[in-house]
T-cell receptor, first 113, second 113 residues
Framework: DTAVSQTPKYLVTQMGNDKSIKCEQN?????MYWYKQDSKKFLKIMFS???????INETVPNRFSPKSPDKAHLNLHINSLELGDSAVYFC????????????FGSGTRLTVV | GDSVTQMEGPVTLSEEAFLTINCTYT??????LFWYVQYPGEGLQLLLK?????DKGSNKGFEATYRKETTSFHLEKGSVQVSDSAVYFC????????????FGAGTILRVKS
């Protein structure tokens, strides 16, 4: 079974639309994350939740809103999509402390046209 | 804040050549250090890790040693294969701020047969 699963894998949408990306982990981890990977492969953290509570909120436009209904799920909703939002978005999870690293999902490639 | 610097790529090698990808870091306290690998079209996979000074992480023929005196965590492999072609990311997980994983910019490795 996939440990961290994201849907959809590909998302093509027009500017101005609202879209959501879903993430689920079955590892029993307490902490989940969203990362954005740009066209140059650079990875930057966006959000982190620990047991449904927001603990990291980097400088991200407020058009991006994460939601964690339980500790196994962390969804990302994006309003009023812009061309610059085109990227690959990765969900990840980790046990407390993070010293053993994260487990990443396979990514969602978002293309805004 | 915490940061990771790794050598720019792409690095192009012939099969069976020796690989070194340099990584240095800046962090408060004693971070854990990681190497992740991203194969084309896939998510990130943890390759190896080290949690304290002088630890050596190893996996699949890759090695890296946590050098606190030089704040480095260079990745090495004695004999690369075509299947090692991927993007390699050095990362650290600090002691503060939710243990977020901070990534280097990634190094593209291309191995020719």
């Amino acid at each position: 079974d996939t440990a961290v699963s994201q849907t959809p894998k590909y998302l093509v949408t027009q500017m101005g639309n609202d879209k959501s990306i879903k993430c689920e982990q079955n590892l029993g981890h307490d902490t989940m994350y969203w990362y954005k990977q740009d066209s140059k492969k650079f990875l930057k953290i966006m959000f982190s939740y620990n047991n449904k509570e927001l603990i990291i909120n980097e400088t991200v436009p407020n058009r991006f809103s994460p939601k964690s209904p339980d500790k196994a799920h962390l969804n990302l909703h994006i309003n009023s999509l812009e061309l610059g939002d085109s990227a690959v978005y990765f969900c990840a999870s980790s046990p407390p402390g993070g010293i053993n690293g994260y487990t990443f999902g396979s990514g969602t490639r978002l293309t805004v046209v | 804040g915490d940061s990771v610097t790794q050598m720019e790529g792409p690095v192009t090698l012939s099969e069976e050549a020796f690989l070194t990808i340099n990584c240095t870091y800046t962090a408060t306290g004693y971070p854990s250090l990681f190497w992740y690998v991203q194969y084309p079209g896939e998510g990130l996979q943890l390759l190896l890790k080290a949690t304290k000074a002088d630890d050596k992480g190893s996996n699949k023929g890759f090695e890296a040693t946590y050098r606190k005196e030089t704040t480095s965590f260079h990745l090495e492999k004695g004999s690369v294969q075509v299947s090692d072609s991927a993007v390699y990311f050095c990362a650290l997980s600090g002691e503060v701020y939710g243990n977020k994983l901070v990534f280097g910019a990634g190094t593209i490795l291309r191995v020719k047969s």
